[in-house]
C-alpha cells in the first residue's frame, strides 16, 4: 500500500486524461493512474506534450515521482511520464483488477443455478441468453466503471451475490416466485457487457451512454423471448419489470419503481450487494495516511471508518461463504 513520501518508477494505466489549465492561465496535464491494486490523481506540469497529444485511457505510461498529500487524498508528483513502447513489453490488461474469487467455481455456481431453474420457459431462456461467446463476456466484465465490483470478472460475482440473497429471501417468504425472482437476477444487469468497455481500461461505451444498461437489457430479453413459443406474456411483463425497476428509483435512473414482491426483493438484495462491496474497497484503498478513516468518499456521502476489533478468536471467527 501506498504511503506518503514513497518513490514512484512504474508502469502505470492512464485511466482518466485531461489538459487543464490553471486560473492564471497555465497548462498541465490532469491524469488518474493506477494497476491493480490502487489508483493516484497525478498532475504533469512539465515533459508531457507527447502524452497529451498521443495518449488515451487504457495506455500505460512509466511514470517517476513521488506520493504525496493534498487536501486529505494522496496524490503523485510526477517527475517524468512517458508512454510505454512495444519494446517495455506490457499489456494494459495486466493492470486491471481482477475478483478475488475463483472464476471456474463462479462459472459452476452460475451454470448450476441455470440448470435448477423448474420453469421450462425461464430456464430455456435462460441457456438462450448465456451461449458460449455471451457467457465468456458476462464472465470477464467488471460490475461497473469505479464504484462496486469494479473488476475484471466482478459483473458475475456481484450477480451471484445477489442470487443467493434473493435465495435466502425465498426461504423467508415462500410466496415469492423463486425462478423469476432468481431469473431477474442472473439477467438484471446482462447489460453491462455493452454498456462497458474493459479491454483496457473500465470506460463507458457510445451506446452505454445514449441507452444505458437497463434499457439495453430489457430490449436483448424481449427479443430472446420472441425466439421461444409459447411465452407466456404476463410471465414476460414480470420478468421486465424486474430488470426496469432493479435500480429502485427514478432518480437511480429506473424507468419504473418496483411494484411486486420480487421486484422489491431484487431491488434491495443489488443495493445490499454493492454497497457492502463498494465501502469495503473504499475502506481497503481510500484510508488516510496513518488513521482509521478514509477520506470523505463523494458517492457515499461521508468518510468511513475501518474497524480494528479483534476478530481471531474461535468464537469470532467464521470461514466465508465462498471458502
Known amino acids: 500500500m501506498l504511503s506518503k513520501n514513497d518513490r514512484i518508477d512504474h508502469f502505470l494505466l492512464i485511466k482518466r486524461i485531461d489538459l487543464r489549465s490553471t486560473r492564471t492561465g497555465s497548462d498541465f496535464l490532469s491524469t488518474e493512474l493506477g494497476d491493480k491494486t490502487t489508483s493516484l490523481n497525478a498532475n504533469v506540469w512539465e515533459g508531457y506534450t507527447e502524452v497529451a497529444a498521443k495518449g488515451r485511457v487504457g495506455d500505460v505510461v512509466k511514470v517517476t515521482g513521488t506520493v504525496e498529500e493534498y487536501q486529505g487524498s494522496l496524490q503523485i508528483r510526477v517527475s517524468s511520464i512517458r508512454l510505454a513502447t512495444t519494446a517495455d513489453d506490457v499489456n494494459p490488461k495486466d493492470f486491471l483488477p481482477q475478483s478475488k474469487r475463483n472464476l471456474k467455481e463462479m462459472k459452476n455456481e452460475f451454470n448450476k443455478r441455470i440448470k435448477n431453474t423448474s ?11 448465456f451461449n458460449s461467446e455471451r457467457f465468456e463476456l458476462f464472465c470477464t466484465a467488471p460490475a461497473g466503471k469505479f464504484w462496486h465490483h469494479a473488476y475484471i470478472h466482478g459483473l458475475l460475482e ?11 429471501m425465498c426461504e423467508f417468504h415462500l410466496e415469492l416466485n423463486k425462478d423469476l425472482l432468481i431469473t431477474g437476477a442472473m439477467l438484471h444487469d446482462i447489460g453491462k457487457i455493452e454498456e462497458l468497455s474493459f479491454d483496457s481500461a473500465f470506460e463507458y461505451t457510445d451506446k452505454g451512454k445514449l441507452v444505458g444498461h437497463i434499457v439495453i437489457a430489457s430490449n436483448l430479453v424481449r427479443d430472446e423471448i420472441k425466439k421461444i413459443s409459447g411465452f407466456p406474456v404476463e410471465l414476460e411483463n414480470n420478468l421486465i419489470h424486474l430488470i426496469l425497476s432493479h435500480q429502485g428509483k427514478l432518480e437511480h435512473a429506473s424507468p419504473v419503481v418496483p411494484k411486486t414482491a420480487e421486484a422489491i426483493a431484487l431491488y434491495q438484495a443489488d443495493e445490499l450487494s454493492a454497497k457492502v462491496n463498494a465501502y469495503k474497497n473504499a475502506v481497503d484503498s481510500e484510508l488516510k495516511d496513518g488513521s482509521n478513516w478514509t477520506r470523505f468518499i463523494q458517492l457515499a456521502g461521508t468518510d468511513l471508518h475501518k474497524i480494528t476489533l479483534d476478530n481471531s478468536s474461535e468464537e469470532n471467527t467464521k470461514k466465508s461463504l465462498f471458502d
Open 158 to 168: 456481484h450477480t451471484l451475490e445477489i442470487v443467493k440473497i434473493c435465495e435466502l
Open 119 to 129: 420453469n421450462k420457459y425461464l430456464k430455456n431462456l435462460l441457456t438462450q441468453i
